[in-house]
Nanobody
């Protein structure tokens, strides 16, 4: 199995940027598709972005397109989420997730697709 640890969250003003990291350990990260989700207080966990195990296919939630960029460095067993032009409505706990091991080249955008989750990192955007 794989363990995931997110970092990089914090408090930022609207219009600012943050880069989240997801450090994976336990198994070869390149065998896992990855995704980012977020959950605001009182709301359901929401899809943010997903990437295939090789990084060849990527998908974003509608409100993230053009502002967020997902990436991964399989040699470092780490995934990333670069968030630019942040808005107060982006405030949430952000979770990294992994699905695998898999040999599929697809991404996954459903919570139930993922079998491993990190503990989350808080992102707060002030107006």
């Amino acid at each position: 199995q794989v363990q995931l640890v997110e970092s990089g969250g914090g408090l930022v003003q609207a219009g600012g940027s943050l880069r989240l990291s997801c450090a994976a350990s336990g198994r070869t990260f390149s065998l896992y598709a990855m995704g980012w989700f977020r959950q605001a207080p009182g709301k359901e966990r929401e899809f943010v972005s997903a990437m295939s195990r090789s990084g060849g296919t990527i998908y974003y939630g509608d409100s993230m397109k053009g502002r967020f960029t997902i990436s991964r460095d399989n040699a470092k067993n780490t995934g990333y989420l670069q968030m630019n032009s942040l808005k107060p409505e982006d405030t949430a706990v952000y979770y990294c997730a992994a699905k695998g091991p898999t040999y599929s080249g697809r991404y996954y955008d459903k919570r139930e697709d993922y079998n491993y989750w990190g503990q989350g990192t808080q992102v707060t955007v002030s107006s």
